[in-house]
Protein backbone atom coordinates (compact mmCIF):
# COMPACT_ATOMS: atom_id res chain seq x y z
CA UNK A 1 0.00 0.00 0.00
CA UNK A 2 1.38 3.60 -1.21
CA UNK A 3 -0.46 6.42 0.18
CA UNK A 4 0.74 10.36 -0.67
CA UNK A 5 -0.43 13.27 1.17
CA UNK A 6 -0.74 16.59 -0.02
CA UNK A 7 -2.60 19.94 0.09
CA UNK A 8 -0.98 21.25 3.01
CA UNK A 9 0.05 25.27 3.55
CA UNK A 10 -0.03 28.38 5.11
CA UNK A 11 -3.13 29.96 5.51
CA UNK A 12 -4.72 32.71 7.58
CA UNK A 13 -7.21 31.36 10.38
CA UNK A 14 -10.76 30.81 9.26
CA UNK A 15 -9.54 29.54 5.79
CA UNK A 16 -10.13 26.55 4.46
CA UNK A 17 -7.97 23.77 2.98
CA UNK A 18 -8.36 20.31 1.12
CA UNK A 19 -6.17 17.63 2.00
CA UNK A 20 -5.70 14.91 -0.54
CA UNK A 21 -4.55 10.95 0.20
CA UNK A 22 -3.59 9.33 -3.38
CA UNK A 23 -4.15 5.30 -2.34
CA UNK A 24 -2.52 2.92 -4.39
CA UNK A 25 -1.33 -0.90 -4.33
CA UNK A 26 -4.30 -2.78 -3.25
CA UNK A 27 -8.70 -2.61 -2.98
CA UNK A 28 -9.22 -0.70 -0.05
CA UNK A 29 -13.07 -1.75 -0.24
CA UNK A 30 -13.68 -3.05 3.89
CA UNK A 31 -10.54 -0.69 4.80
CA UNK A 32 -10.52 2.25 6.92
CA UNK A 33 -9.45 5.26 5.56
CA UNK A 34 -8.18 7.94 8.17
CA UNK A 35 -6.40 11.23 8.32
CA UNK A 36 -4.26 11.82 12.09
CA UNK A 37 -2.14 15.24 12.57
CA UNK A 38 0.67 15.78 15.01
CA UNK A 39 1.80 19.17 15.79
CA UNK A 40 4.96 19.83 17.32
CA UNK A 41 5.76 18.02 21.16
CA UNK A 42 2.40 16.56 20.87
CA UNK A 43 1.29 12.85 20.25
CA UNK A 44 -0.58 11.83 16.83
CA UNK A 45 -3.93 12.38 17.70
CA UNK A 46 -7.13 11.18 15.47
CA UNK A 47 -9.06 14.00 12.98
CA UNK A 48 -11.49 11.90 10.71
CA UNK A 49 -11.69 8.25 9.48
CA UNK A 50 -14.35 6.31 7.14
CA UNK A 51 -14.27 2.69 5.82
CA UNK A 52 -13.71 3.04 2.38
CA UNK A 53 -17.42 1.27 0.88
CA UNK A 54 -18.89 2.55 4.17
CA UNK A 55 -21.36 5.32 4.69
CA UNK A 56 -20.40 6.60 7.75
CA UNK A 57 -18.06 8.87 8.97
CA UNK A 58 -16.37 9.43 12.07
CA UNK A 59 -14.80 12.78 13.30
CA UNK A 60 -13.02 13.85 16.57
CA UNK A 61 -14.52 16.18 18.34
CA UNK A 62 -12.23 18.86 18.04
CA UNK A 63 -12.73 19.31 14.22
CA UNK A 64 -16.56 18.35 14.03
CA UNK A 65 -18.61 20.68 12.23
CA UNK A 66 -15.45 21.79 10.51
CA UNK A 67 -14.35 19.20 8.69
CA UNK A 68 -15.40 16.38 6.10
CA UNK A 69 -13.86 13.20 4.92
CA UNK A 70 -14.98 11.51 1.55
CA UNK A 71 -13.62 9.62 -1.05
CA UNK A 72 -13.34 9.53 -5.00
CA UNK A 73 -13.15 5.95 -6.47
CA UNK A 74 -12.23 7.12 -9.50
CA UNK A 75 -8.98 8.46 -8.21
CA UNK A 76 -8.41 6.55 -5.46
CA UNK A 77 -8.16 9.13 -3.71
CA UNK A 78 -9.47 10.61 0.44
CA UNK A 79 -10.37 14.17 0.81
CA UNK A 80 -10.34 16.07 3.98
CA UNK A 81 -12.01 19.47 3.72
CA UNK A 82 -10.86 21.11 6.58
CA UNK A 83 -12.94 25.18 7.53
CA UNK A 84 -12.41 27.35 9.39
CA UNK A 85 -9.14 26.70 10.22
CA UNK A 86 -7.82 27.78 13.77
CA UNK A 87 -3.82 28.13 15.05
CA UNK A 88 -4.46 24.56 16.77
CA UNK A 89 -5.39 22.76 13.43
CA UNK A 90 -1.80 23.38 13.03
CA UNK A 91 0.40 20.22 12.49
CA UNK A 92 1.61 17.28 9.98
CA UNK A 93 -1.79 15.60 8.44
CA UNK A 94 -0.95 12.10 7.60
CA UNK A 95 -3.32 9.63 6.22
CA UNK A 96 -3.29 6.29 7.05
CA UNK A 97 -5.26 2.70 6.11
CA UNK A 98 -6.22 0.23 8.87
CA UNK A 99 -7.06 -3.49 7.82
CA UNK A 100 -8.58 -4.33 11.29
CA UNK A 101 -10.35 -1.24 12.35
CA UNK A 102 -13.42 -1.84 14.52
CA UNK A 103 -15.29 1.44 16.21
CA UNK A 104 -13.40 0.96 19.52
CA UNK A 105 -9.98 1.22 17.53
CA UNK A 106 -11.04 4.00 14.82
CA UNK A 107 -8.89 7.19 16.78
CA UNK A 108 -5.66 5.29 17.96
CA UNK A 109 -3.20 5.09 15.34
CA UNK A 110 -1.23 1.71 16.18
CA UNK A 111 -4.23 -0.11 15.02
CA UNK A 112 -2.79 1.67 11.48
CA UNK A 113 -0.43 -0.40 9.37
CA UNK A 114 -0.25 1.86 6.54
CA UNK A 115 0.96 5.80 6.59
CA UNK A 116 1.95 8.23 4.19
CA UNK A 117 4.14 11.10 4.57
CA UNK A 118 2.60 13.45 5.72
CA UNK A 119 1.79 17.34 4.65
CA UNK A 120 2.59 20.25 7.04
CA UNK A 121 -0.80 22.52 7.81
CA UNK A 122 0.22 25.71 9.48
CA UNK A 123 -2.62 28.32 10.78
CA UNK A 124 -1.76 31.36 11.54
CA UNK A 125 -3.97 33.98 13.94
Request: proline share 2%; net charge positive.
Amino acid sequence: VQLQASGGGLVQAGASLRLTCAASGRSFNNLHMAWFRQAPGKEREFVAAFRWNGNRSYHANSVKGRSTISRDNAKNTVVLQMNSLKPEDTGVYYCAVGERIIVSTIEIPRFYEYWGQGTQVTVSS
